[in-house]
């Protein structure tokens, strides 16, 4: 079955300029959540989706970054008044449930958006 | 001191070779150990977990955990030129749902 699907693939901005970043999860899978590559860095955690519940916002760095869930499936990364160090790639992943993943593969991550903020 | 610390490598090795890919961790809470494999240009992939502590076996793969010196060990036996990828050890809490990820060990493979 279809796996999650991230669009851009690429993207190139100005410093300044908004991007948004978008993520198409499983079908199905309540769970969903946004993180951050950078060279040389860990997966860094930005946001976290779980069914209808407030989304936990912890790991956003700065208010400029900001995203929505519609449905309960699309989401949308927004990341307004780019930085250069916003440059990174940025990982959508999903899950059956956000608690338990014995039995379900763990997270399922799509290809990432590579930003590039000149 | 860093939550989680992993060797970035790159580590080469020779088709056939074992390989031990290592990660510390400090958060003596942590319960789910996992190593996710990522390819070039592509997203991580969960290639193996443990809950709790010992060991795993799947194939040429076996993970370790060793819960009082808070240390993971993935091993590779006859390591392939397709095994070459950033491994990622990544850890979470019970009943949590941040998972932590290490910052990846490049492995390179020569036929």
């Not at chain 2, 789910?32 to 997203?43: A, E, N, T």
Request: with cysteine.
């Amino acid at each position: 079955g279809a796996g999650v699907s991230q669009s851009p693939s690429n993207k190139v901005t100005e410093k300044g300029k908004d991007v948004e970043l978008r993520c198409d999860p499983i079908s199905g899978h309540t769970a969903l959540y946004w993180y951050r590559q950078s060279l040389g860095q860990g997966l860094e955690f930005l946001i976290y989706f779980q069914g209808n519940s407030a989304p936990d916002k912890s790991g956003l760095p700065s208010d400029r970054f900001s995203a929505e869930r519609t449905g309960g499936s699309v989401s949308t990364l927004t990341i307004q008044r780019t930085q250069q160090e916003d440059s990174a790639v940025y990982l959508c992943a999903s899950s059956l449930r956000g608690l338990n993943i014995v039995g379900t593969g763990g997270k399922h991550f799509g290809p990432g958006t590579r930003l590039t903020v000149l | 001191q860093k939550e989680v610390e992993q060797d970035p490598g790159p580590l080469s090795v020779p088709e056939g070779a074992i390989v031990s890919l290592n990660c510390t961790y400090s958060n003596s809470a942590f319960q789910y150990f996992m190593w996710y494999r990522q390819y070039s240009r592509k997203g991580p992939e969960l290639l193996m977990y443990t809950y709790s502590s010992g060991n795993k076996e799947d194939g040429r793969f076996t993970a370790q955990v060793d819960k009082s010196s808070k240390y993971i060990s993935l091993f590779i036996r006859d390591s392939q030129p397709s095994d070459s990828a950033t491994y990622l050890c990544a850890f979470r809490n019970t009943g949590g749902f941040k998972t932590i990820f290490g910052a990846g060990t490049r492995l390179f493979v020569k036929a």
